[in-house]
C-alpha cells in the first residue's frame, strides 16, 4: 500500500509543527494528597517536518499517547514527547495537555470540605539535546477594587477573576502548592462551598485585602520568586490576572513576565 | 441531473425540523435611536419534513435569508420564515437569530457615552394558520448579595451577572425599553466607560439594592406584569437570573415562566 | 446569624427553579467493561421555590453532591436529586451532570485500540410522585453526501457530524450500546487510531453507505425503536444531526421526536 | 476624590501589560469592494505600566476607543493605539480587535450570490520608535485527503479545514486577496449558496487536488512570497492549517512561519 507522507517533497519549505490538535483523552496525574488523580485532557502533539518529506504519520502520535495516557506525571510527559520524536524521526518534538486539575478545600470557619477545579496546562518541547517544560495553572479567585472602596462611602465592588502562571520548571514542585500561593495574592480564593459563618468570614476578609487585578500579578510575582517548594527556582514565569468586573461587560487584565 | 432529495422515502419518518445551522451573516435590525442598527447574527433556519421526502434543498434557506438579511426587524423576519415555507412547500418553518444588540448607554454621574451590547436572539414559527414570535435578550448586571450583606460587619460579595427574557408578543415593543427595565430590577445596570464619581455611584446604589438571583427574577416578572410601553400585554415570557459568583466557581441560577 | 434566604417573601412569585449552575467536579459513572470509569462533569442543580420563600440555600446542593460525586450511575443520580428535594424541603428537585464518557475503540481492519470521547448528559426530576431520568448521548459520525455522491463523476463531500441522542427510560441500559447503534446508523464510525489499511476501509465502507443529515436520523430512530438491549423500550426519545459540511462553512441538521 | 491608582507602589515590578479585555463593540473596517464594512469586534487594549505606579486608568482605553470605533482601518487602528499611549503616558500600547469580515462569494457555476465569513484579527504594538501592524486572517476550506484517495478504490475522506494566517505589513493590502489565495491553495474553499451544479463542480474540483495540512500550509506560504497586490512584501508571516477530519474526532494540524 502507498505510503503517500513519505513521498519526497519539492516546495523546499520546512514545517515547524505538523501533528494532531484537540484530541480529548481519559489521563492521570500526580496528586498531592491522594498520589494519583484521574482527570480528563485536551491534547495536542506535534513534531516539526524537514522539507523534503511530504507528510508526518498522524496515527503514532495517538499510539504512543494511548500507551502513555494512564500515567502522565511532568517526568513522563517529556518521556513520552521523547518517544514521539524517536519514533517519527524527527529533530524536535511538542506537546500541550490541558485538564482540569481538582483539589479538596476546607472552608474557613465551618472546615466543611468541597472540590474545587483549576484548569492546569502541561506544554513541553524536546530535541535531542534539550528538555523543556512548562507548567500553567489558571486560579479563579475574588478581587475586591481598592479604588471603588476608597472612594464609596460603603461598599466596594468585587468580582471573580482568574490569575493564570506559567511557569518553566526543571525540579518538580506540587500544583496544590501553587494554587495556595496564587489564592494568598489575591482578595481570597474561592470554595465550592461556604456556609454562612464562611461567607461572612471570606467577604470581611476580601473587603480587607482591596486588590487591582495589577496588585494581583504583583503579589504572586513575589511569592514566585520566594517559592520555596521546589528544589530549585523557577527559571522563567509568566503571571497575568483577568478580572471579570461587576460594573462592566469588559474585563481587567494585568500581566507581567519574569 | 438526479434531484435526490426528491427521491420518495419509504421509511415513514417525519422529520420535526430540517435546515441550515450556523450560518454566520451581517444583518440590519430595528433601533429605537437610530431607526436602523448594522449587526452580525448566528441563524438557524428549518422547515419540517413530510415523511415522504428524502430530503430538503438546503440552499432555498439560505438564498431566501440572502435577499432579506438587510432588513430584519421582527416582523420582516417572520415574513422571511413565510417565504421559506412556501418555497420548500412546508406546513411549518422555523428560524432563530442570535445578535449582539448595541446600546448607547450615558454614565450615572459624569454623562460619558458608552455603548454596552446586549445577546438578543429571535425565535419564529409559521404555519399556514399560525405565527409566533419569541425575543430573548441577555442583559449583563450586577447583584450584590443580600446575604453577605446582611451578615457581615463591612462590604458584600458583588459580581456580574447575567438576567435573560425570552418574550412571547403580538404588537411590536423596542429592545431598548425591556433592557432598561431589566436593568432596573437588578443591584445595577453595566456600563462601558464609569469614570470615578459614577464608580463611587454605582458602588453604592447597588451596595443600596442588594438582590439574590431569586430577587431580580421577580422584580423583573413585575415589571413585564407592569410594562406599559407596548400596545398589547405579552401573552408568555420566561425570566432567568445566572451569577458569576464571586465567592464560589459555580454560579447561583433562578428561573420562572409566566 | 441572620438568615436571609428563609424571609418570608410577599411578592407572590413561585420560582420554578432555583440552585447552582456550571459546577465542576470529577464523577465516577458506570462502565460496560469496566464497571465503573472515572471523568469529569459539569452540573446544574435546582429545586423549585414556593412564593413565599426569598430565597433557597445553595450551600445544600454542593454538599449533597460532594457525598455523592464517587458513585453516580443513573439510579445514583436521582436518588441524590430525592436527597436534595428532601433535605431543602422542596417539591421538586431537577438535575443536570454533563461529561464526556470514554470507550474503547477496535480499529476495524489493524485491531488496534484506542479511545473515543462521547458527551454524555443526565437529566433528571424528581417530585415526591414521579421520577423522570433522561440521557442525551453526543456521538460525532462521517457522513457522505448522497447528492454529490450521484452528481459527480468522482469522488463525493464528506465531512464530520454529531447525532445526538437523548432518551428517556425507565430500566436500565449500556451507553456503550447507544454508541454503537448510532455509529451504525451513519457513513461510519469515527477511531482515535487507524492505519492505512483502516483508513482504506472507512473510505470506501463511507463511500458505499451515503447519508444526508436526513437519513441519519432517520436510521436511528428505526434503531432505536428496534433496540432490544434494555428491558423496557424507550417511553420518548429525540434524534439530532448536525454535519459541519466540507463545503460550507454552515451547518446542514435534521431532527425528529419520538 | 482619591486617584488610587496614580498611588506611588514600591514592589518594584513592571508590568508588561495592563488594560481592558473581552469589550464589544460595533466596528467599521475598509472593504475593497464596498469601500467600508460595518461589523462587530472585541476588543483588547493594553500599555506598559512602570513599576511606581500602583494602577492605570482602565476607563480611558474605553474612552478613546469609542471615539474612533466607526473608523478603523488598520492606519486607523495605529493612531487609535498611539492616541491612547500618549493619554496614559506610557511607553507602549498594544491592543487586539477580532471581528467577522464579509465577503460576497459568486458560485462557481450558477453564479448565485451569497456571503461569507472569516475572522480577522488587527494586532498593533506601538511605541515613541516604532509601530508594528499585524493582521491574522482565518479561512474555512475543503481538505482533500490525499493519502485516502491513493489507497482507496473509490472516494477520499475530506472535510471542513480552517486555514489561519498572520502578516507583518508595512504597506496596505485588502483582506480580500488574501481571502482568494488562502481559498487557492487548499483543495476548495467555501460558499454559503451551492445549487446542484456548483456542488457537482466543487466535489470534482476538490478531487482532483488533495491537500494534506502540510500541503496547504506550503502551498500558502508559496503564494505569500509571490503576493503582488501589496506594494512591499510582507516582513513576516506564519501559516496554521488544522482539518476537523471527517474520520477521526481530533484535529489534523501544520504551521510554519518565515
Known amino acids: 500500500m502507498i505510503d503517500v507522507q513519505n513521498t ?8 515547524q509543527k505538523v501533528g494532531v490538535k484537540n484530541l480529548h483523552y481519559p489521563v492521570t496525574v ?8 484521574h482527570t480528563t ?8 517536518l524537514p522539507h523534503h518529506y511530504k507528510g508526518t504519520h498522524m496515527s503514532r502520535f495517538v499510539e504512543i499517547f494511548h500507551r502513555r495516557h494512564d500515567d502522565l506525571g511532568m517526568k513522563q510527559f517529556l518521556a513520552m514527547l521523547e518517544e514521539i520524536r524517536q519514533s517519527l524521526d524527527a529533530e524536535k518534538a511538542f506537546g500541550c495537555m490541558e485538564f482540569p486539575f481538582y483539589m479538596e478545600k476546607v472552608a474557613p470557619v465551618s472546615g466543611e470540605k468541597s472540590i474545587m477545579n483549576y484548569t492546569c496546562t502541561y506544554e ?3 530535541s535531542e539535546s534539550e528538555k523543556q517544560f512548562f507548567i500553567k495553572v489558571a486560579v479563579p479567585v475574588t478581587t475586591v477594587c481598592p479604588c471603588s472602596k476608597a472612594i464609596s462611602e460603603y461598599g466596594a465592588h468585587n468580582q ?5 502562571v506559567k511557569l518553566q520548571n526543571t525540579s518538580l514542585f506540587w500544583i496544590e502548592d501553587i ?3 496564587i489564592e494568598a495574592s489575591a482578595s481570597n480564593g474561592l470554595y465550592s462551598i461556604l456556609k454562612r459563618p464562611d461567607e ?3 467577604t470581611e476578609h476580601a ?12 503579589e504572586v510575582c513575589i511569592a514566585l520568586k520566594n517559592f520555596d517548594k521546589c528544589e530549585k527556582p523557577f527559571t522563567w514565569f509568566s503571571v497575568e490576572c483577568e478580572n471579570f468586573e461587576s460594573i462592566h461587560n469588559h474585563n481587567a487584565y494585568a500581566m507581567t513576565v519574569k
Chains 1, 2, 3, 4 share one sequence.
Request: no cysteine.
Open 8 to 15: 519526497p517533497d519539492t516546495r523546499e519549505i520546512p514545517l
Open 30 to 37: 500526580l496528586d498531592k494528597t491522594n498520589g494519583r488523580q
Open 41 to 48: 485532557a485536551t491534547v495536542s502533539l506535534f513534531v516539526n
Open 124 to 126: 513541553g518541547e524536546v
Open 160 to 164: 471573580r477573576g482568574v490569575v493564570t
Open 179 to 181: 494554587i495556595e500561593l
Open 200 to 202: 461572612k468570614f471570606v
Open 207 to 218: 473587603f480587607d485585602n482591596p486588590r487591582f487585578v495589577e496588585d494581583v500579578v504583583r
